[in-house]
């Protein structure tokens, strides 16, 4: 017997729904529909400075406009803060977590310090320079005191530790491709990351703990997203790892690119699904426009 594949669909409402999320929307779709699997819509607004009821309501509109169907009820995820609370306290428990206390400033100063003295200083998949990690070696004292304090900090995980913890070599399932073409099995390797903030003080998540919680809750068996998302998930399967949550399958696909050969983003309205209806666009243009499946072959059967 196999059981029922799961994919979803998680949009963060800070803008309106573009051309990108339309070809991810619909190649979610289209998997879904050929393996005769669910497919969810989750709403990821743990960031209330950024997320906004109208753009909420934006993207079911959008959706619904593309023709799309989904799973009610949608899971927001401001209403499981708890949930993520809980995995939280079990990587503070467990001494994988530490309070970062670093301003932008300070990380910006210690690491030119540190180019000064000559030293090379590593950067992320994204360019980011990594964490110095100071704070690692605090004795729980010292954290306590600071954290009552009040001083603001995030809870960076502590890499080194997290590694040593899971003593194994981590991969991930790849039904789509990585930028430089990877597929099927794929080395992860969450350390280019060094250590990635899971949560901060006023909210006890961030994107990679809630993005691994609620797929595992929600019993996602197929992760289909952007390229841009590949090498996150490095971190992703390690989360899995220390937290003994179940491993998808991911897919990643191609990026629509604006005119100008860059990323689409939602503050550049042009691609806008709202502006192109408006224009008198149909959900058909938009189908031959991010053409879902030309760059995508389905996702395997799999037993
Ligand atoms: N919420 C993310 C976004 O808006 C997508 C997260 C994911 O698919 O894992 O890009």
Redesign the pocket.
């Known amino acids: 017997m196999t059981s029922q594949r799961v994919f979803r669909f ?3 409402p800070n803008g309106r729904l573009h051309l990108g999320h339309a070809c991810s929307a619909l190649l979610n779709r289209k998997l879904a529909e050929e393996a005769g699997g669910r497919l969810l819509v989750r709403i ?1 607004d743990i960031d209330p400075t950024r997320s906004a009821a109208e753009f909420e309501r934006g993207i079911y509109e959008d959706l619904a406009w593309l023709g799309i169907e989904w799973e009610e009820p949608v899971r927001r995820q401001s209403g499981h803060l708890d949930a993520y609370r809980t995995h939280l306290d079990r990587l503070i428990a467990e001494g994988l977590v530490y309070p970062a206390f670093m301003s932008r400033g300070d990380i910006r100063a210690h690491i030119a310090d540190a180019q000064a003295a000559g030293r090379k200083w590593p950067t992320d998949p994204d360019g980011a320079p990594l964490y110095p990690g100071v704070e690692r070696l605090l004795p729980v004292g010292e954290r306590k005191r600071r954290i009552e304090s009040g001083a603001p900090f995030a809870w960076r995980l502590d890499m080194a530790r997290a590694l040593e913890r899971i003593a194994k070599a981590l991969s991930w399932q790849e039904d789509g491709r990585g930028p430089m073409g990877e597929t099927g099995i794929v080395r992860a390797d969450p350390a280019l990351w060094g250590d990635v903030i899971l949560a901060r003080r006023e909210t006890p998540t961030s ?1 990679h703990l809630s ?1 691994v919680v609620d797929d595992a809750v929600q019993g996602v068996t197929d ?1 289909v ?1 952007g390229r841009d ?1 590949f090498h996150a998930t490095a971190i992703h399967r390690l989360l899995q790892e220390l937290l003994d949550l179940p491993e998808p399958c991911y897919f990643h696909h191609d990026l629509v690119l604006g005119e100008d050969g860059r990323k689409l983003s939602k503050s550049r309205g042009d691609t806008a699904l709202a502006a192109l209806r408006a224009e008198g666009r149909t959900p058909a243009d938009i189908r031959r426009m991010v053409g879902p499946g030309e760059q995508a072959t389905a996702a395997p059967d799999r037993p």
């Open positions: 998680a949009p963060s990821e994107y993005v992760v997203r998302l």
